[in-house]
């Protein structure tokens, strides 16, 4: 049985951080791409950043200098290092598991960035 689940999430002021965690069960980890994905209250689900099982990442514009997403096989958890938070990062974000031809989601941790 596979379970994604996810840590980390909190209330922070603008220009705070937080580091997420998400810790994987019932896959070969090491070969699963990885990632981060957060839906606003409204939106539509987004793609925040993702890590191959090799290692390359990618991330969203809006993100990208702020954000880190980082993987540790030996721990079977991703992480997402979010620095300079602003208030259009609250969201509750998910962390999503890509081993072919499944993918499985964790249930989400809030992040809300405000003062």
């Known amino acids: 049985q596979v379970q994604l689940v996810e840590s980390g999430g909190g209330l922070v002021q603008p220009g705070g951080s937080l580091r997420l965690s998400c810790a994987a069960s019932?896959?070969?980890?090491?070969?699963?791409?990885m990632g981060w994905y957060r839906q606003a209250p409204g939106k539509q689900r987004e793609l925040v950043a993702a890590?191959?099982?090799?290692?390359?990442?990618n991330y969203v514009e809006s993100v990208k200098g702020r954000f880190t997403i980082s993987r540790d096989n030996a721990k079977n958890t991703v992480y997402l290092q979010m620095n300079s938070l602003k208030p259009e990062d609250t969201a509750v974000y998910y962390c999503?598991?890509?081993?072919?031809?499944?993918?499985?989601w964790g249930q989400g941790t809030q992040v809300t960035v405000s003062s």
């Open positions: 999503k598991a890509r081993l072919l031809p499944n993918n499985y």
């Open positions: 019932g896959i070969i980890f090491r070969f699963a791409a």
């Open positions: 890590i191959t099982s090799d290692g390359i990442t």
